[in-house]
């Protein structure tokens, strides 16, 4: 009778513990994309991002978050996408009708101006993503839909969310964190490589893109650390809407620039402030500069020396002197930008205090 009753016990237990895992499995095939109705795996997907918005846009982190998303989707449901920033003046709804495009994400207010197109639940309060095909959209819909009721989901949005704020006032405040932006870990890699405290390399990115991976300026430069596509090219870098493709190409450029400084006798501090004035004036301005300053018997070695002599470099008589190469040089945005980022940088030492 008691061998019969300690059956009875283990049969119990067993099909409790079926019960209980059954549905844990299938939640985490969803997930992983490995449900018998994956109609996604091994595809290539074209996904644009049609949210707009750059660093003075009201949205500031929602094309990063998107982004995160989907290669998110893509890995659990065993596919490969493409991601496109989409510009103002590109319709990526129609490209998703005449199927040049498989994923187009919206924001909710302008979902309501599409027809004929499939629209998943909301990924947030802000975003919805277009699909033309129905399996697919069931399939979307699943996966946003576990993503959501994730803890993961919470963790990722919050990183998003807490990066829109004024480092300066932030820090007048006194208010602390232990994270700059969703892209600390990229940006503590890269700035190791250069042997920089990271929250230098953060308020460069910042000064650059306020964290947006949409940016763009009118002269094309792109992404976080705003790279010419010619430099993305010149470091071997394709893709400048990945943060970390981005900040590898910037931070490969600042790597050069500095290399060009470091063997010329001067502190940390004052290597930093030129390889920024090359990053954003140009090398050849600012060896203009230095030539200039030597020749006028100022100290070439000190930034703050060098932004003395540069009011005189605006002057038509700079045309006729031999030290400098290419002509007359503002220098307004320069030394503007210079001050800004050793600001964030202050800024940043006090809202996140461990390096």
Same mark, same amino acid.
């Given at each position: 009778?008691?061998?019969?009753? +300690?059956?009875?016990?283990?049969?119990?237990?067993?099909?409790?513990?079926?019960?209980?895992?059954?549905?844990?499995?299938?939640?985490?095939?969803?997930?992983?994309?490995?449900?018998?109705?994956?109609?996604?795996?091994?595809?290539?997907?074209?996904?644009?991002?049609?949210?707009? &918005? &750059?660093?003075?846009?009201?949205?500031?982190?929602?094309?990063?978050?998107?982004?995160?998303?989907?290669?998110?989707?893509?890995?659990?449901?065993?596919?490969?996408?493409?991601?496109?920033?989409?510009?103002?003046?590109?319709?990526?709804?129609?490209?998703?009708?005449?199927?040049?495009?498989?994923?187009?994400?919206?924001?909710?207010?302008?979902?309501?101006?599409?027809?004929?197109?499939?629209?998943?639940?909301?990924?947030?309060?802000?975003?919805?993503?277009?699909?033309?095909?129905?399996?697919?959209?069931?399939?979307?819909?699943?996966?946003?839909?576990?993503?959501?009721?994730?803890?993961?989901?919470?963790?990722?949005?919050? $990183?998003?969310?807490?990066?829109?704020?004024?480092?300066?006032?932030?820090?007048?405040?006194? $208010?602390?964190?232990?994270?700059?932006?969703?892209?600390?870990?990229?940006?503590?890699?890269?700035?190791?490589?250069?042997?920089?405290?990271?929250?230098?390399?953060?308020?460069?990115?910042? +000064?650059?893109?306020?964290?947006?991976?949409?940016?763009?300026?009118?002269?094309?430069? +792109?992404?976080?650390?705003?790279?010419?596509?010619?430099?993305?090219?010149?470091?071997?870098?394709?893709?400048?809407?990945?943060?970390?493709?981005?900040?590898?190409?910037?931070?490969?450029?600042?790597?050069?620039?500095?290399?060009?400084?470091?063997?010329?006798?001067?502190?940390?501090?004052?290597?930093?402030?030129?390889?920024?004035?090359?990053?954003?004036?140009?090398? !050849?301005?600012?060896?203009?500069?230095?030539?200039?300053?030597?020749?006028? +018997?100022?100290?070439?070695?000190?930034?703050?020396?060098?932004?003395?002599? $540069?009011?005189?470099?605006?002057?038509?008589?700079?045309?006729?002197?031999?030290?400098?190469?290419? !002509?007359?040089?503002?220098?307004?945005?320069?030394?503007?930008?210079?001050?800004?980022?050793?600001?964030?940088?202050?800024?940043?030492?006090?809202?996140?205090?461990?390096?």
């Amino acid at each position: 009778m008691k061998v019969k009753t +300690q059956l009875r016990l283990r049969n119990l237990f067993i099909s409790l513990m079926v019960i209980c895992i059954t549905p844990l499995c299938e939640r985490g095939r969803m997930l992983n994309g490995a449900s018998s109705e994956n109609t996604l795996a091994g595809k290539e997907l074209i996904c644009a991002i049609d949210l707009c &918005d &750059d660093m003075y846009g009201a949205h500031g982190l929602e094309t990063g978050f998107n982004y995160q998303m989907i290669n998110r989707f893509a890995h659990d449901n065993g596919c490969n996408v493409k991601v496109i920033a989409a510009r103002k003046d590109e319709n990526w709804i129609d490209s998703l009708k005449q199927d040049k495009a498989d994923i187009v994400i919206m924001h909710t207010h302008d979902s309501t101006l599409t027809s004929d197109i499939a629209l998943s639940r909301n990924v947030d309060e802000e975003t919805v993503w277009a699909v033309k095909d129905q399996d697919h959209l069931k399939q979307v819909n699943v996966w946003i839909s576990h993503m959501i009721s994730s803890h993961d989901y919470e963790k990722v949005r919050k $990183i998003y969310t807490s990066g829109k704020y004024d480092p300066i006032r932030r820090a007048e405040k006194g $208010i602390t964190s232990k994270t700059l932006s969703p892209y600390d870990d990229v940006i503590r890699k890269y700035a190791a490589e250069l042997g920089w405290d990271w929250r230098m390399l953060a308020a460069v990115v910042y +000064q650059e893109s306020k964290f947006s991976i949409n940016s763009r300026s009118h002269r094309g430069a +792109q992404g976080l650390m705003q790279v010419m596509p010619q430099t993305a090219r010149y470091y071997k870098v394709d893709d400048l809407l990945d943060p970390d493709q981005n900040i590898k190409a910037g931070s490969s450029h600042l790597k050069r620039l500095q290399n060009l400084y470091i063997k010329q006798n001067l502190d940390h501090i004052e290597l930093i402030k030129f390889t920024l004035a090359a990053y954003n004036a140009g090398e !050849g301005r600012v060896a203009d500069c230095r030539n200039f300053a030597a020749k006028q +018997q100022v100290d070439s070695t000190r930034w703050d020396e060098i932004v003395k002599i $540069i009011p005189l470099m605006r002057e038509d008589s700079i045309l006729e002197d031999e030290s400098v190469k290419l !002509g007359k040089f503002q220098g307004h945005e320069t030394i503007a930008y210079i001050d800004n980022v050793m600001a964030l940088y202050d800024a940043f030492c006090k809202i996140c205090p461990e390096a």
